[in-house]
T-cell receptor
Framework: QQQVKQSPQSLIVQKGGISIINCAYENTAFDYFPWYQQFPGKGPALLIA?????SEKKEGRFTISFNKSAKQFSLHIMDSQPGDSATYFC????????????FGGGTRVLVKP | DTAVSQTPKYLVTQMGNDKSIKCEQN?????MYWYKQDSKKFLKIMFS???????INETVPNRFSPKSPDKAHLNLHINSLELGDSAVYFC???????????????FGAGSRLTVL
């Protein structure tokens, strides 16, 4: 049972464009929703995270939008740059499960110059 | 100074062999993890240790045996390697499960295991 579903699997965007990645979750007990960024040959690294008491969080060109009623959250990369080309993972965790992270399937983003 | 370091980075071996991957973190974290990333990039947790105690043991064949000699080290030993074990194995660490930083993981660079 995949508790966090991520789409699309891959995405190609022109430099300067907006990349949008969507995630949907099933368990309403999840209370923390991070996004991780992974470059080829490297481990994933925390990019930005949100808790369900806010609907949006922005850090630089990266924004998380959170819709609690729809059980969905998304990552927007504004003014996408070639250096943003990476695999992005959404994830979710809950205190009741010891804060264990459950990852989505990942989205490969390619930003063309 | 690498925060989470794992060795070896690459490992190529024959089916049926036994191999180990080592991991060390210098972040002072209490919890360490092993994740498996398959060819489709899917990340799946295998094990988690908190202060040397096993706290997460997902459905993993018992050919996989983690060992944590202290809270800064978590090793993964794999017996009787099979073709399907080929993957990238990531070590990660975080603060303890009840801490505010428990869900912020720091990953190592990965160990790519190829079973021939």
């Amino acid at each position: 049972q995949q508790q966090v579903k991520q789409s699309p699997q891959s995405l190609i965007v022109q430099k300067g464009g907006i990349s949008i990645i969507n995630c949907a979750y099933e368990n309403t007990a999840f209370d923390y929703f991070p996004w991780y960024q992974q470059f080829p040959g490297k481990g994933p690294a925390l990019l930005i995270a949100i808790r369900p008491d806010v609907s949006e969080k922005k850090e630089g060109r990266f924004t998380i939008s959170f819709n609690k009623s729809a059980k969905q959250f998304s990552l927007h990369i504004m003014d996408s740059q070639p250096g943003d080309s990476a695999t992005y993972f959404c994830a979710a965790s809950m205190k009741a499960a010891g804060n264990k992270l459950t990852f989505g399937g990942g989205t490969r983003v390619l930003v063309k110059p | 100074d690498t925060a989470v370091s794992q060795t070896p980075k690459y490992l190529v071996t024959q089916m049926g062999n036994d191999k180990s991957i080592k991991c060390e973190q210098n972040l002072g974290h209490d919890t360490m993890y092993w994740y498996k990333q398959d060819s489709k990039k899917f990340l799946k947790i295998m094990f988690s240790y908190n202060n040397k105690e096993l706290i997460i043991n997902e459905t993993v064949p018992n050919r996989f045996s983690p060992k944590s000699p202290d809270k800064a080290h978590l090793n993964l030993h794999i017996n009787s390697l099979e073709l399907g074990d080929s993957a990238v194995y990531f070590c990660a660490s975080s603060h303890g499960p009840l801490s505010s930083g428990a869900n912020v993981l720091t990953f190592g660079a990965g160990s790519r295991l190829t079973v021939l």
